[in-house]
């Protein structure tokens, strides 16, 4: 534990430093936040009630899809995985830094989020903080999760950026942030039930308020891991055959 705990410490450090997790996690969703807040806020101020959860779920879904996966096909899809393992180093302790890592970054951005939006555009703030932060925690989990996946699946960068943004885009215009689900063909709004982002919504503007909503992504979180373990066990065992 001490030896994860110090990897993620330092995995932490190197990512302030990166260019590409400065843009992903918080300049380019902090810059939306700012723009799209105004104009949301001036044309529909009823969107006061919702920006928060909005912008917030903008953050998260482009921090994990765009911003995570690079740096697992990083290390996964070269040869410096051999130096982890040739160390005798788990399979999983790389991944698992990171994911920690930008967890934190990620929370840092959502907290910021959460403290600006009632100062600079009177927005509603959540009824029950508590809730909405156990919510957060759960859909930056599941948005993690589901990032890892792909850089563990796909190694390439440029069909990276490709099938990120696959993922990102129909996060974004199909979760509700933008306009209405209800304004979708019903099509468009089954698929958006396909993304974690559009529970993630639902539940950080707390309406409607169902056990169901937490159980879907809960389903979301446990399959993306299991997923995980099986992507890290199988670079394991090649690894091994290889040696």
Not at 4 to 32: E, K, N
Not at 112 to 134: E, G, K, Q, R
Not at 171 to 193: A, E
């Amino acid at each position: 534990m001490k030896a994860l705990g110090y990897g993620v410490y330092l995995q932490f450090l190197m990512d302030i430093r990166s260019r590409s997790l400065l843009i992903t996690c918080y300049l380019v969703p902090l810059l939306f936040f700012l723009m799209m807040g105004s104009v949301f806020t001036s044309i529909m101020p009823k969107s006061q009630e919702t920006l928060m959860a909005s912008m917030t779920v903008m953050g998260v879904s482009m921090g994990a899809y765009i911003g995570l996966p690079p740096s697992i096909a990083e290390i996964y899809g070269t040869d410096i995985k051999k130096m982890y393992m040739a160390n005798h180093i788990p399979a999983y302790f790389a991944v698992l830094s990171l994911f920690l890592s930008a967890f934190i970054h990620l929370m840092i951005m959502s907290t910021l989020i959460y403290i600006l939006s009632p100062l600079l555009f009177n927005a509603i703030c959540p009824i029950h903080p508590v809730f909405y932060f156990m919510m957060l925690i759960l859909f930056v989990l599941v948005s993690l999760s589901i990032a890892c996946i792909l850089g563990l699946v796909v190694s390439n960068q440029a069909k990276l950026t490709m099938v990120s943004q696959i993922i990102f885009l129909p996060s974004i215009i199909l979760s509700g942030i933008m306009f209405p689900t209800s304004l979708l063909p019903s099509f468009l709004q089954t698929i958006g039930q396909c993304f974690p982002a559009t529970w993630g919504y639902l539940l950080l503007i707390e309406k409607p308020l169902h056990l169901s909503n937490i159980l879907i992504l809960l389903i979301f979180l446990i399959v993306a891991l299991g997923i995980c373990y099986v992507l890290l066990r199988s670079i394991r065992s090649s690894f091994c055959h290889f040696k």
